[in-house]
């Protein structure tokens, strides 16, 4: 069977700044959290592999964009670095940093790749984080200056913006389950992060819109769809707190404008609601996007707790609900995450059914394998399972297509074999393999795939 995609699809994947620049120490850039996080606790890393070791895209930018040429890309996602545009996160700019991101731009738009920019991804400069990061609304000031000198400096080139790449992945990992630093776990501190990391979410939008700039402003979320147990009421009620503290967190704030009633109620009856200002909704409202990414790689299967809660433990998200591990499932073992490609149609629906069918793509999408070596065949890595990770989602992506959904495109993670937070090069997600000594880069199997079905804007199966 043929499945074919509208005219002007998005093909392309998705990187970060700090999973593909290396040069984490130099050409005048601040350091990060992460930098800073290693320098204490290396052992945290997988095989001891920081920040400064990444995928070298700042000596090699042009080649690499050469080969995301070669996989056909019409386009393509990284970030802006905060801390190497604005070494201190305020104040003077790097202009070794303008002069790099130019360049990247420009041989992006020569080669026909449409470049996506983020501002965020998980990079907060280390001289924000010694302030507080964002439990200080200074560094909210901060974050929308920055935006707007990325708008003022790049913005007569680069037409799709994002302000933050999954923006509950620093709340979790930061503030509730100590998988990013500053390894905190305090609900009401990460209600405070969240809270204004939607505030600098919509200070940027506020200045993007002020400025009149031209293309369009929008944000990536993880969306991780909350199926319940079974239909009983008390695992329905469970599925429904996942998905409000999870997903609808960030999810209607940009693009409803407001926060869901039912979620300020649930904080409010816990006595956790961040501080808030009389001014901030109409920031909030302010805050409406024109563009949805969406990163889709695993849904959360929940059912009511077994236990009763200790009034006495520390209120955390699980106060709600257990996950469950449905038998059956098909896991991704690598990583440990489940793979349920309908979830990326159930997405798209309910965006359709429930916010108005907002034009959003699938910004990420992709599966992390280990010891790819193994997979070589004549010299190239034969990632089968990868096409069919690709095809399965690509399937269901079609079907909400043909269904009205209002879905632009399709970027998988990622490009190249990168550098993946605390677990550095352990989990490989790339169409292109990476040789971590000689940096040597060599297209897999399904970065030929993908590449046909770009040109093609089609495949057969
Ligand atoms: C997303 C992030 C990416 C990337 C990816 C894979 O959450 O936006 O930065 O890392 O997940 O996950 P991981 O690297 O943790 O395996």
Redesign the pocket.
């Known amino acids: 069977m043929k499945y074919a995609f509208p005219e002007n699809f998005w093909w392309g994947s998705?990187a970060?700044a700090l999973?593909t620049e290396g040069e984490s120490q130099g050409n005048g850039k601040g350091l990060t959290t992460w930098d800073h996080w290693f320098k204490e606790q290396p052992n945290r890393f997988h095989n001891g592999v920081g920040p400064q070791n990444t995928s070298t895209f700042y000596q090699n930018w042009k080649a690499d964009i050469q080969l995301l040429k070669q996989l056909n890309h019409n386009s393509f996602r990284t970030s802006i670095s905060w801390s190497r545009l604005i070494p201190e996160g305020i104040g003077e700019v790097n202009p070794e940093a303008v002069a790099f991101y130019n360049q990247v731009i420009d041989e992006l738009l020569a080669q026909g790749v449409t470049p996506f920019m983020t501002l965020f991804?998980?990079d907060m400069p280390m001289a924000m984080q010694e302030i507080g990061g964002w439990e200080n609304r200074d560094v909210v000031a901060a974050y929308a200056r920055y935006a707007e000198t990325c708008f003022e400096l790049f913005g007569d080139r680069v037409m799709h913006w994002f302000t933050f790449?999954?923006p509950i992945?620093p709340v979790e990992g930061g503030y509730l389950y100590d998988f990013h630093y500053p390894n905190v776990v305090d609900f009401r501190r990460a209600a405070t992060v969240a809270y204004h990391t939607v505030l600098a979410h919509s200070q940027a939008v506020r200045a993007f819109r002020a400025g009149h700039f031209a293309g369009e402003i929008g944000i990536?979320l993880?969306l991780t769809p909350s199926y319940p147990r079974s239909q009983n009421p008390a695992d329905v009620k469970a599925a429904h707190h996942a998905d409000l503290l999870f997903n609808r967190s960030f999810l209607d704030p940009v693009l409803s404008g407001e926060y869901p009633a039912d979620l300020v109620a649930l904080l409010k009856a816990y006595d956790q609601l961040p501080a808030c200002r009389p001014e901030d909704s109409a920031l909030i409202a302010d805050g409406k996007i024109d563009l949805l990414g969406v990163?889709y790689?695993q849904p959360r299967r929940v059912k009511a707790r077994d236990s009763a809660v200790n009034p006495l433990a520390p209120f955390m998200p699980e106060w709600f609900f257990d996950s469950y591990e449905m038998p059956g499932r098909k896991m991704n073992p690598y990583?440990g995450w489940e793979i349920y490609e309908p979830g990326i149609y159930d997405i798209l629906v309910n965006l359709r059914d429930n916010y108005g069918n907002p034009r959003c793509f699938i910004s990420?999408n992709?599966m992390?394998v280990e010891n790819e070596q193994r997979f070589i065949e004549d010299g190239q890595i034969n990632d089968q399972y990868r096409i069919e990770f690709i095809s399965e989602h690509l399937k269901w992506l079609h079907k909400g297509i043909s269904e009205g959904c209002n879905c632009l495109g399709y970027h998988m993670?990622?490009f190249i074999d990168?550098w993946?937070?605390?677990?550095a090069y352990?989990?490989r997600?790339g169409f292109v393999q990476l040789d971590i000594i000689t940096q040597q880069r060599t297209i897999k199997k399904s970065g030929e795939w993908f590449a046909a079905t770009s040109l093609n804007n089609s495949f057969d199966i």
Do not use: D, I, P
């Not at 993946?420 to 677990?423: A, G, H, P, R």
């Open positions: 998705a970060s999973q991804h998980f790449n999954e992945v990536v993880n990163n790689y990583r990420e992709g992390g993670w990622t990168n993946s937070w605390c677990n352990k989990n997600y």
